[in-house]
């Protein structure tokens, strides 16, 4: 009995010893899949593998927060990194669901732009809504907010997302409020008639989207003159599928996607060192080649070439007049300007 109990101990050290190495030389990274993911393939699994010879398990996910809080709620967390969106970094984050990070070992918050260094979120690409057109359609294309209003100049339907988050944004700006001071504004009661007011204006004119592929779809059919869109889409609509669309940077509304870390992950220093391979700016360039999706660092920023940059919601020139989407706004006034919405465009 002795002789099997000793055995017994010797084989369960050598499997948890065996285990833990295993878990040492691996990290799981989960994205939301896709031409992202194969981006990511390239630009930061592949090179870390090789790097440092820690294996990369990619997973996919669509961002399920259940899932996150059933690993922490049962001590079973698998998942070291994970890609998620801002609101859902927001509420994780103040339910004690991501590790805080520590900074010191990934890169100085400078080194971050705006809203891209979180207490628990480093963030890894920027993407962004835009106003777009047939530039075979118009002979002159719009260049502002102000034009997607100017229904003389440019007769005809135009379309926006179906829900109040970028549509109230868009409309203040269309009303002169200058990008900086859209929160400020949207946060009064004055401000939310305001655009709502501004709304008004081209009701009849609007055909809502709610699909990310039925902007460039609007364009390319003539069924609008002009629409807000994500700005990945238009681009592979203008690169893959040779639509004549352009985009207009100016005054469009950018948000990030982030890495974050589950609370409790196995392997908290090699998930913060591959987010900080991540950060690179080489490595950020490289997935910005291969995705149009913008790098989160100034340095990137800067060091993006023109051919790549033009393409890109965060290079110096498109984000030179471009908002935040402010997740802190909509956390808190997400529900009360939704509801108004649906009532208004019920009416």
């Known amino acids: 009995m002795l002789k099997h109990a000793r055995s017994a101990i010797v084989t369960g050290f050598i499997l948890s010893a065996f285990t833990a190495a295993a878990s040492a030389q691996s990290l799981t990274v989960v994205s939301f899949g896709g031409d992202s993911k194969a981006a990511m ?11 440092t010879g820690t294996r990369i398990n990619a997973v996919d996910w669509n961002g399920e927060m259940g899932k996150i809080k059933s690993m922490i709620d049962t001590n079973s967390v698998q998942w070291d990194v994970v890609e998620v969106e801002a609101p859902e970094l927001e509420r994780g984050c103040s339910e004690g669901l991501f590790e ?16 891209a260094a979180q207490e628990c979120g480093v963030g890894t690409f ?16 719009p260049s502002s907010w102000a034009d997607f209003w100017d229904i003389n100049k440019y ?22 409020v200058s990008p900086k001071d859209v929160y400020t504004v ?5 401000g939310v ?19 990310g592929s039925q902007p460039g779809q609007y364009l390319v059919a003539g069924d609008v003159v002009m ?15 040779k639509r004549p669309l352009d985009i207009v940077w100016n005054q469009s509304l950018y948000a990030l996607d982030y890495w974050a870390i589950p609370k409790g992950a196995p392997n908290i ?7 900080k391979f991540a950060s690179q700016p080489k490595n950020l360039i490289t997935y910005s080649s291969n995705i149009p999706y913008g790098p989160p660092t100034h340095e990137a920023i800067n060091a993006l070439p023109d051919d790549i940059g033009k393409d890109l919601p965060s290079s110096k020139q498109n984000i030179e007049n471009a908002i935040a989407l402010d997740v802190n706004f909509w956390t808190d006034y997400g529900d009360a300007l939704e509801q108004r919405y649906n009532a208004w465009v019920a009416q």
Not at 41 to 51: D, L
Not at 158 to 172: D, F, H, Q, V
Request: aromatic share 12%; proline share 5%.
């Open 193 to 211: 008639d305001r655009a709502f007011k501004k709304l008004d204006e081209i009701k009849p004119h609007i055909q809502w989207w709610e699909s």
């Open 126 to 141: 920027i993407w962004s809504v835009a106003l777009a057109y047939n530039k075979d359609k118009l002979k002159e294309g």
């Open 100 to 115: 805080e990070i520590d900074y010191s070992k990934v890169l100085p918050e400078s080194a971050f732009i705006e809203h």
């Open 41 to 51: 393939e390239k630009a930061y699994f592949q090179p870390y593998e090789k790097e």
């Open 269 to 275: 220093e090699r998930s913060l060192d591959f987010i």
């Open 227 to 241: 629409s807000s869109a994500y700005n990945g889409r238009i681009a592979q609509a203008i690169k893959q599928d």
């Open 155 to 176: 007769p005809g339907k135009r379309a926006l997302r179906k829900g109040a988050k970028y549509t109230l944004e868009i409309a203040l700006m269309a009303d002169g």
């Open 186 to 190: 949207l946060a009064t009661p004055e």
